[in-house]
């Protein structure tokens, strides 16, 4: 491939792996109290360069690519930032700046201590997980993904018991056995790869596969074996096991960032293997397998969140659903806007989710309460953090004009296109559970307190002004999809 | 011919039975024989539709099975084996054997009086049905029975009186010479100087057999005082008795006797909406079904006074039909009380008792379409035919009523039936569903086919017998017949209109909002146990092992299908 290779452009791409990597680096080397004003530079920055590098990528319409050392693939690793990606990218930074930010009063050590271990744990992991995400986003060899996927996922598990508490203890170990049962499969199928090819870069691989009639048994094999990894890591019904205590257990910021933006690491990749690796494979039986594992997990998920007696756990099932309609894009792949829908969705979703996330936190901490049911007078104490709750809420919902509408819409209009019409029937009915549970908060929290001593708000205005920021960023994300007319080719 | 000994055989039986009821050995084996009973008559029955003459003459009584008599000698003889093979099933050892002693004359009076000839023969097993139904209807020891039992006596004893002053002033203008047969005497009847005095006092003594208001109110004291399963064959079987009775001696054919007819023709429907109106006030499911008895036998007499009015002959085959047909359907809902009273309420019997019931209100693909379809040229689109549908309307209300009393129906200690009840009654009901349909082609058809625009015999005849290729004849026609479309809408909007009638009324008080409100008690339950279901399958597919598994099996159905 010659690329048009922008100065400016190769240089972000490597900073912006970079930055936060060096950020967890010094966080952790130099701790205490200043840990958490590096975590928190370390953000601003980042959120320049994914800016900038947006920037240039959508104003100059170009793919930004950069070989390390100037090794070339098969021999050297690539990066590779075109538009989907920096939309991810600047999706995923901004999601971690606002989380970040809203939480960068929590566990503050006390007038007497150094620094907490919950404080050091989360400032230090914070970016490293931020920088493998990132080199998933960037990196066009197997192995590497593979890589970015283990660190994602060693640094996820320990933010999972960040409270130290028994259960979320046992929570956080088996997410990370199933997610490691998932890496091992994924790895067994790069090794199946590289063995045929004797290379892992995407790119070099697309061009072997596209040669072939038939898939040899071993790359079937290694195909099978990497994406049922992957589909595991997505927590995609049935391998969700891991997902609902570990996202409902976490505390808020980190259950935030696992449902908005880790879940989606393995769900890139595996766009990548089967939109870049092997294109037009929308009508393969494995692509109307996963179609119907996403259409199953809308309606288990959604059933299952509306179920659901306290809030967070309400949000996790709600992950499950919406990572369902995430599914779907394999089968409608024939058409032209699922594609551009399911990075709607992606997007859209996590900046929604991450809201709903920070304010359910924000409720337990101040309210003192997230049972569903106990939540009247809510409205009254917490007006702008119910706000940010409702609009995040109706995005998940796909009510116009936000991203989850839009990418719905796309949705829809791809199964009208390829002609399946079934899909349509989970992507409407999803939407359905999906109002009732948000609605079914909405309703108590806006029902006067049965007992009126409730106090004013004490929500640090930071705090409720990002999480108004995702959440309002989910609802921009569609009027600027809106705006480009048709979903993009 | 060689057969010819089989009606009379066929009309014996019972009462040779009885007989056997002398020998106190013998007599606790009866009850287990009362299935056995009617089935020579039900042979006789079949054999006669199939076109082979049956007929005897004893000392001046004679017999003989022509196409009106031998199908509802057919349906009842049905009726009263199924019914009988319930008996020992429903009562004990002791009271069935003391029922049996009533049933057996009953039966062999019910199953003479379709097989009667004459004038004499008719009376003499129109008598014995009646005075027998009384020991059935008194079977019961509590006051009730015995008052009901009372009043039974009184009104069929003076309704007799009537029937027999009728019979002789109809025999009056009759010689040696011509003999006491019906058409004989509906023939001598118009000419005859006491003929306003005959057809009174023989609407008077049948009208209170078959219930004509005023003079219906023994009949649901009657049905309810009864054992269910005695109650099913006295309405069901006897009660049809009035109605052979008005077809035999009523001058239709002759014409003459218009104001008569009309008389009939209003009594009937005023008595049809009457037993509609108190029996939807019931709440015992046997009076319910009662003064549903009394507007069908109600309906049928006002189908015959007005045949009798316009002269017009296919009444008749009509009636016979519609008779048949409520025979049927009125014996297995008394079945299904009397099992039900024992063994507590079934929604499958319940299910099939709604069926059978709408069928007396002409549901389309059962029996009572049939019946109701005959109704049609007869009555006309006027405002007779009219009424006429408002009552099957009714009639929908009245039986989904039943069902609902029926439903409550608590037995005080609930036993466990032999399979034998449940037998006799899905047998019956399948019988009160098709046997209807498989006899329309005969010449009794005719109102049928002429509802349905199919071509009729230029003459009624009474003797154009069953056959396999007449009937596929008419299912033939049948399916391409020009007035099928219209006939069943004819059908089918009373019944809709008497079901939202029953729908309006059963409704639960409503708070505004109705069906929201309905969604939300009913669907919002049901959606819950959905719920709850979903939960327990998530929890269980999150196992490990279960994730475990779906994890492996994914990698080699991908695999596999990458592979194909």
């Known amino acids: 491939m010659t690329e048009l290779a922008v100065f400016g452009g190769k240089q972000l791409v ?119 995400f990132n080199t998933v986003l960037l990196s066009q060899d197997l192995f590497n993904l593979f890589v970015a996927l283990e660190i994602l996922t060693f640094c996820a598990v320990p933010l999972v018991c960040l409270n130290g508490k028994a259960e979320t203890f046992a929570a956080a170990l088996r997410y990370l056995l199933f997610a490691l049962l998932g890496s091992v499969l994924y790895l067994l199928g790069a090794g199946l790869i590289y063995g045929l090819w004797g290379t892992l870069d995407i790119g070099l691989l697309a061009l072997e596969i596209s040669k072939l009639n038939r898939y040899p048994p071993a790359l079937s094999l290694a195909l ?170 109706f995005s998940l919902m796909g009510l116009p004009p936000t991203g989850g509408f839009v990418a719905k819409w796309w949705l829809l209009q791809a199964a009208i296109e390829t002609g399946h019409w079934g899909w349509a029937v989970p992507i409407l009915f999803g939407g359905l559970l999906t109002a009732g549970y948000v609605f079914r908060v909405l309703a108590v929290a806006l029902r006067p307190a049965a007992t009126p001593a409730l106090a004013a708000s004490t929500v640090p205005h930071t705090a409720n002004a990002m999480i108004l920021l995702l959440a309002l960023s989910s609802l921009l994300l569609g009027l600027a999809a809106l705006g480009t007319g048709l979903p993009p080719q | 011919m060689t057969i010819q000994w089989l009606l009379p055989v066929a009309l014996a039986t019972p009462l040779v039975a009885l007989l056997t009821a002398l020998c106190s050995r013998l007599r606790p084996w009866l009850p287990n024989l009362l299935w056995l009973l009617p089935l020579p008559a039900l042979v006789a029955a079949v054999l006669a539709l199939h076109g082979i003459p049956l007929a005897f003459t004893l000392s001046g009584l004679s017999f003989a099975l022509d196409q009106p008599g031998a199908m509802l000698l057919a349906a009842a003889a049905l009726l009263w084996s199924l019914a009988g093979l319930a008996v020992p099933a429903v009562l004990d050892q002791p009271s069935a054997t003391r029922l049996s002693l009533w049933w057996l004359p009953t039966l062999a009076g019910s199953l003479a009086v379709f097989g009667a000839a004459d004038l004499l023969s008719f009376y003499l097993a129109y008598a014995i049905v009646g005075m027998s139904s009384w020991g059935l209807i008194g079977h019961a020891d509590h006051i009730q029975a015995r008052h009901a039992a009372g009043g039974y ?90 109605i052979i009775g008005l077809i035999r001696l009523l001058p239709i054919a002759e014409g003459l006797m218009s104001t008569w007819g009309l008389m009939l023709a209003v009594l009937g429907l005023v008595t049809a909406f009457y037993g509609l109106l108190i029996g939807v006030k019931q709440r015992q499911p046997a009076a319910v079904l009662a003064y549903s008895s009394i507007s069908q036998l109600g309906l049928t007499a006002s189908l015959l006074g007005v045949g009798l009015m316009s002269a017009e002959p296919l009444s008749r085959a009509a009636a016979v039909f519609y008779a048949a047909h409520h025979l049927l359907v009125k014996g297995v809902l008394f079945l299904a009380l009397a099992l039900i009273m024992v063994s507590g309420a079934r929604w499958r019997v319940l299910l099939g008792v709604t069926l059978l019931g709408l069928s007396l209100a002409g549901l389309p693909l059962t029996a009572g379409f049939l019946a109701k379809l005959g109704l049609k040229p007869i ?186």
């Open chain 1, 224 to 393: 099978g074996l990497m994406t049922a990894g992957l589909m595991a890591k997505t927590a995609i019904v049935p391998l969700h096991l891991w997902l609902p205590p570990a996202h409902a257990g976490a505390p808020a910021p980190v259950s935030a960032i696992l449902s908005a933006v880790v879940v989606k690491a393995a769900f890139v990749v595996l766009l990548r293997l089967w939109f870049e690796l092997m294109p037009g494979s929308a009508d393969t039986m494995v692509a109307q397998t996963q179609g119907v594992l996403g259409g199953l997990a809308i309606v288990l998920g959604g059933v299952l969140a509306l179920r659901q007696s306290r809030l967070k756990p309400m949000i996790a099932y709600s992950t499950i659903a919406q990572m369902g309609y995430l599914f779907l894009v394999f089968p409608l792949a024939g058409a032209a806007s699922a594609w551009g829908a399911g990075l709607l969705h992606l997007c859209s979703h996590a900046l929604a989710k991450a809201a709903l996330f920070l304010a359910a936190g924000q409720i337990i901490t101040h309210f003192g309460d997230d049972r569903i049911d106990h939540l009247a007078g809510l409205g009254h104490v917490m007006p702008l953090t119910l706000l940010a709750f409702g609009v995040a809420g």
């Open chain 2, 379 to 564: 009555l006309g689109d006027g405002t007779i035919g009219l009424l006429a549908s408002l009552a099957a309307a009714g009639t929908t209300l009245l039986m989904l009523h039943f069902v609902r009393r029926l439903a409550a129906t608590q037995p005080v200690s609930p036993t466990v039936l032999a399979p034998q009840a449940w037998l006799a009654l899905g047998l019956l009901s399948l019988a009160a569903l098709i046997v209807p349909w498989l006899l329309v082609p005969l010449s009794l058809g005719q109102p049928m086919r002429l509802a349905l625009g199919l071509p009729v015999d230029q003459i009624p005849i009474w003797n154009v017998p069953w056959s396999l290729t007449r009937w596929i004849e008419f299912w033939q026609q049948l399916i391409s017949a020009p007035g099928l479309g219209k006939a069943l809408w004819q059908v089918l909007w009373p019944l809709l209109f008497g079901g939202l009638i029953a729908l309006a009324l059963w409704l639960p008080p409503l708070p505004p909002g109705d069906v929201l409100l309905l969604v939300e008690r009913l669907g919002l339950r049901i959606v819950c146990r959905i719920g709850e279901q979903i939960q327990r399958l998530e929890h269980h597919l999150r196992a490990w092992p279960v994730a475990g598994l779906a994890l492996l099996g994914l990698v080699l159905l991908f695999a596999v299908m990458l592979m194909g």
């Open chain 2, 153 to 242: 006596l009184i009104f069929a004893l003076s309704g007799e009186l009537c029937v027999l002053m009728a019979c002789v002033l109809l025999a009056a203008p009759l010689s040696a010479q011509t003999g006491l047969s019906f058409d004989a005497v509906t023939a001598a009847l118009p000419s005859s100087p006491w003929r306003h005095a005959a057809v009174g006092l023989l609407m008077l003594g049948l009208g209170i057999k078959i219930g004509l208001v005023p003079l219906h109110s023994w009949m649901p004291l009657a049905y309810s005082a009864a054992p269910p399963v005695a109650a099913a064959v006295i309405a069901g079987a006897a009660s049809k008795a009035g």
């Open chain 1, 14 to 132: 490597v900073l912006a792996l970079i930055m936060p990597l060096l950020g967890a680096l010094l966080a952790f080397t130099i701790g205490g109290r200043t840990a958490r004003w590096i975590a928190l530079l370390t953000a601003l920055v980042e959120l320049v360069v994914v800016v900038s590098l947006a920037w240039i990528v959508v104003d100059q319409q170009i793919v930004v690519e950069y070989q390390l050392g100037g090794w070339e693939p098969p021999l050297g690793v690539r990066l590779r930032a075109d538009g989907a990606t920096v939309l991810v990218l600047l999706t995923a930074t901004v999601v971690m700046t606002a989380t970040m930010i809203s939480a960068h009063a929590d566990w503050q050590p006390l007038p007497d201590q150094h620094e907490t271990r919950a404080g050091l744990v989360f400032w230090t992991l914070l970016p490293a997980l931020w920088a493998a």
